[in-house]
């Protein structure tokens, strides 16, 4: 029988430190936040996406344009949709914007490559700039990102990284599930 251990990396604080960090280092390279747009990847990144806005607001007294990415209809795997699907809600042009994609684990790279044709099908940004509340490794992608909450190196294949968000999990957290035993499955 396989047993799973959760172990808690991040707590809710740890969450909310992470995010204003990453809104203050956007800001940072951006030299402010003219420009900028935010585009969160559907679930979890998207909800991420409007904290660092949030943030931004708060620290700029500017509100920034915030969307919702769907990047299934663009994936290369299993997990590919159909165009007519996309449930994308991006109410702005993102030409010539400075575009700050937002997730909130990054992995193999498969899906920011899916977000970026994703929004390259939209229109012309100046940059796209990658914000990640946290970096596993194991990329299969030459993709880093710009912006990273936390490293949390993990094993491909026994661990899995869970982020949770109140809006969804009623709890803000990140866990790192790993399976003790000779199979695994989450």
């Known amino acids: 029988m396989l047993e799973k251990e959760m172990l808690r990396a991040l ?4 969450m909310r430190r ?8 956007i800001l940072e390279k951006n030299k402010g936040a003219q420009g900028i747009v935010l585009l969160g990847i559907i679930t979890r990144g998207f909800y991420l996406a409007k904290r660092i806005g ?5 620290i700029e007294g500017l509100e920034v344009p915030i ?3 769907d990047v299934a ?5 299993e997990k590919r949709t159909s165009k007519e699907s996309d449930r994308s809600k991006i109410e702005f042009d993102l030409n010539n914007k400075k575009v700050i994609l937002i997730d909130d684990v990054l992995f ?3 899906t920011v490559r899916a977000a970026m044709d994703a929004i390259i099908s939209r229109g012309r940004p100046d940059t796209i700039q990658l914000a990640v509340l946290i970096d596993r490794g194991h990329r299969e992608f030459p993709i880093r990102p710009d912006f990273v909450g936390k490293n949390i190196p993990s094993s491909k294949s026994k661990e899995v990284v869970k982020v949770k968000v109140k809006e969804i999990d009623d709890e803000d957290g990140v866990y790192i599930i790993r399976a003790r035993g000779d199979e695994y499955e989450i």
């Open 11 to 14: 707590t809710d604080d740890d």
């Open 18 to 25: 992470s995010l204003m960090r990453i809104a203050h280092e």
């Open 54 to 58: 949030e943030n931004i607001s708060k």
């Open 67 to 69: 969307g919702a990415l």
């Open 73 to 77: 209809p663009f994936r290369d795997d």
């Open 108 to 110: 193999t790279g498969r």
